[in-house]
Nanobody, 128 residues
Framework: QVQLVESGGGLVQDGGSLRLSCAAS????????MGWFRQAPGKEREFVAA???????AYADSVKGRFAISRDNAKNEVYLQMNSLKPEDTAVYYC??????????????????????WGQGTQVTVSS
């Protein structure tokens, strides 16, 4: 059974930083493209960042230059470093894994429908 467990959320002031972690119980973790999504109250879930097996990275325009996604395959973990946080970044942040059968090692998706495994989410609140 695959489990994704996020941690590192919390309350931070405008302009502050947080680092989210996602621990994955996936035996072949290194084969999975991984993503971060977020959902604010009353809004749809939206793409934040993704990292492919080959370490290609993709970001939503709203976080480019402020957030950085990384992974440690030895630890089965993926991270989201969030800097220069803004109140509009307030949301529940979800880690997701994509089986991505037959895909290139450079592949990752920004569409939540392509992801097969999800964590329970961690709350990030940015106060103004």
């Amino acid at each position: 059974q695959v489990q994704l467990v996020e941690s590192g959320g919390g309350l931070v002031q405008d302009g502050g930083s947080l680092r989210l972690s996602c621990a994955a119980s996936i035996r072949t973790f290194s084969n999975f493209p991984m993503g971060w999504f977020r959902q604010a109250p009353g809004k749809e879930r939206e793409f934040v960042a993704a990292i492919s097996r080959g370490l290609n990275r993709a970001y939503a325009d709203s976080v480019k230059g402020r957030f950085a996604i990384s992974r440690d395959n030895a630890k089965n973990e993926v991270y989201l470093q969030m800097n220069s946080l803004k109140p509009e970044d307030t949301a529940v942040y979800y880690c997701a894994g994509d089986i991505a059968w037959g895909r290139s090692k450079y592949y990752s998706s920004s569409d939540s429908k392509d992801y097969d495994y999800w964590g329970q989410g961690t709350q990030v609140t940015v106060s103004s």
